[in-house]
């Protein structure tokens, strides 16, 4: 996990956006100066980027801090909803929802379903097991093992690679975790944050094993011909970079390597 430099942000999708500006908008308004009221969808199962706080039931994290450091800079007033992940990304594939911060990916099929904001955090995917396991080491001993992801993230990808793995897949990552500390499975496949936040809350069950194995770039998403909302949304990220919000955020929320 590393922080971006905005060399490398504008390397890795720069052909997308320029594919991205191309597009034609049914919904934009050519008032940049006028306050563009949008709904931000997350499935805030995953913290410390986006989780329902218990107390007073309002959803929290890095990506919601980030979204309304945006939304300043970019004069965009947003309210967040809480949304299930199959149901966040197929609503951003029909243009039922416009926008989604999430903690997601950006891959290449999803870039043909929808439009993708500049990566703003690298996040590779990351192993987690039993305290007690010595017999797993790194993503190499995964090997006929019994591995667990969310259902539809990169992680689940990347387990369905492993040869001989029974794969298991989840609707919540916490529900995996849960499984794990129960010796029902025997590893955890997911974004090298949220492995930090589970280990941190389970010291004495959980454990890090290995190093990131991939590179994982996050982006916010945009339903296609939402343009105006993306040149905003890209302008408002650029602005938090160079103010140094981003990199408050990062340590606000312990997400440095």
């Known amino acids: 996990m590393k922080r971006l430099s905005t060399i490398l942000m504008t390397l890795l999708l720069s052909s997308a956006l320029l594919f991205s500006g191309c597009q034609s908008s049914t919904d934009d308004t050519d008032d940049s100066t ?40 970019a004069n965009l007033e947003v309210t967040f909803q809480n949304v299930a992940w199959d149901a966040l ?15 997601i990916t950006i891959l290449p099929d999803r870039l043909e379903k929808w439009l993708f904001s500049e990566p703003y955090f690298n996040a590779g ?54 499984d794990l500390i129960n010796g029902q499975i025997d590893a955890v496949i997911c974004d090298n944050p949220v492995a930090i936040d589970y280990v941190n809350a389970n010291p004495d069950k959980l454990k890090k094993v290995g190093t990131a194995f991939t590179d994982e770039y996050y982006g916010i998403s945009v339903a296609k011909g939402q343009t105006e909302i993306l040149s905003r949304i890209n302008l408002g990220l650029a602005a938090v970079i160079a103010d140094g919000t981003l990199d408050q955020l990062i340590a606000k929320w312990n997400l440095n390597p």
């Open 89 to 103: 990304l197929a609503g951003m594939a029909t243009g039922q929802y416009k926008v989604a911060i999430s903690s």
């Open 34 to 73: 006028a306050t563009l009221q949008i709904t931000v969808v997350t499935d805030a199962t995953w913290a410390p980027f986006e989780y329902v706080n218990e107390q007073t039931h309002a959803i929290e994290g890095f990506d919601i801090d980030l979204m309304k450091a945006i939304a300043e800079k």
């Open 125 to 178: 995917q990351m192993v987690c097991v039993q305290k007690t396991n010595t017999t797993i080491l790194s993503h190499d001993d995964l090997t006929g093992k019994r591995v667990a992801a969310q259902t539809g993230t990169t992680g689940f990808f990347e387990a369905q690679k492993i040869a001989n793995a029974t794969v298991k897949s989840y609707d919540e990552i916490g529900l995996a975790f849960q």
